[in-house]
């Protein structure tokens, strides 16, 4: 009898702790879904741009609301000298759906701009001084961008899309090839001036 009424009042001691337990379990599952899926502001997703040497993890320098015209930042400007290439690397945000890669050279016939699907490339190479077709000298890298649409909120906490751009310059003749505004319209890709080429 009395190990009877000892689990008796053992009972509400336990029910208590599982369900303390449950409690505990359901927030860390509900706080581990939120964390993996919780949307990261376009402005807080980085490109990683390496070279021999060297790497450098960024921030875009323009993010601008869809459809709007905003003033260009300035991108940073850095040394590849002695480079063969420069490794530009994107995170899922960003080649999980389509986004490009704009290349522009002191030879505008050298410019190009490639698009890839989702999921189609994580990772590019862009060589520095590509061969010249025809002969002649090896245009040099001066500018490469990552553009891309990402979703974010806007100043009401809706979701909105905003054309993102992430970039480096190459050295003071880079910044020739950038104009002060760029233009984020729903029926083009926004791209700085390049002053030519494809």
């Given at each position: 009898?009395?190990?009877?009424?000892?689990t008796r009042k053992n009972l509400p001691q336990i029910v208590g702790l599982l369900i303390a337990v449950v409690v505990v379990v359901t927030a860390s599952v509900a706080f581990q879904h939120w964390w993996n899926n919780r949307r990261t502001s376009p402005a807080d997703v980085t490109v990683t741009f390496s070279?021999?040497?060297?790497?450098?993890?960024?921030?875009?320098?323009?993010?601008?609301?869809?459809?709007?015209?905003?003033?260009?930042?300035?991108?940073?400007?850095?040394?590849?000298?002695?480079?063969?290439?420069?490794?530009?690397?994107?995170?899922?945000?960003?080649?999980?759906?389509?986004?490009?890669?704009?290349?522009?050279?002191?030879?505008?016939?050298?410019?190009?701009?490639?698009?890839?699907?989702?999921?189609?490339?994580?990772?590019?190479?862009?060589?520095?001084?590509?061969?010249?077709?025809?002969?002649?000298?090896?245009?040099?890298?001066?500018?490469?961008?990552?553009?891309?649409?990402?979703?974010?909120?806007?100043?009401?906490?809706?979701?909105?899309?905003?054309?993102?751009?992430?970039?480096?310059?190459?050295?003071?003749?880079?910044?020739?090839?950038?104009?002060?505004?760029?233009?984020?319209?729903?029926?083009?890709?926004?791209?700085?001036?390049?002053?030519?080429?494809?």
């Amino acid at each position: 009898m009395a190990a009877r009424k000892k689990t008796r009042k053992n009972l509400p001691q336990i029910v208590g702790l599982l369900i303390a337990v449950v409690v505990v379990v359901t927030a860390s599952v509900a706080f581990q879904h939120w964390w993996n899926n919780r949307r990261t502001s376009p402005a807080d997703v980085t490109v990683t741009f390496s070279w021999e040497g060297d790497s450098h993890t960024l921030t875009p320098y323009w993010v601008c609301g869809f459809g709007e015209n905003c003033p260009a930042g300035k991108a940073p400007v850095v040394d590849i000298a002695g480079s063969d290439t420069v490794t530009v690397e994107v995170p899922r945000e960003v080649w999980d759906h389509d986004w490009s890669l704009l290349t522009i050279y002191d030879n505008p016939a050298a410019n190009d701009e490639q698009y890839f699907g989702g999921g189609q490339a994580k990772k590019v190479d862009v060589p520095v001084a590509p061969d010249q077709k025809g002969g002649g000298p090896a245009p040099t890298l001066l500018v490469v961008e990552v553009h891309s649409l990402l979703v974010g909120e806007d100043d009401n906490g809706e979701e909105a899309p905003y054309s993102v751009v992430w970039a480096i310059h190459t050295g003071d003749n880079a910044e020739q090839q950038q104009t002060g505004t760029i233009s984020s319209s729903p029926t083009a890709t926004p791209t700085t001036d390049s002053g030519g080429g494809s």
